[in-house]
């Protein structure tokens, strides 16, 4: 049986923690930043987890992770 490849772009986008769960960084944190309070850009730095409904999703993904 051959290799599974793994999603590049999932790779690039997702990590695994050691608990099997994935880490992803937040989103809007790209341009218009103006209008965005500190506290709101500042909560966009810090990763957070993938929800239970996409966990299937991403670890067919990410074979190997």
Do not use: C, W
Request: glycine share 4%; charged share 40%; net charge positive.
């Amino acid at each position: 049986m051959p290799k599974m490849k793994t999603r590049r772009a999932a790779a690039k986008r997702f990590t695994a923690t050691g608990t099997g769960e994935f880490k992803r960084n937040k989103a809007y944190k790209r341009h218009i930043l103006e209008k965005k309070s500190q506290k709101r850009k500042r909560n966009m730095r810090k990763a957070a987890l993938i929800t239970a409904a996409d966990h299937k999703r991403v670890s067919r993904m990410l074979p190997y992770a």
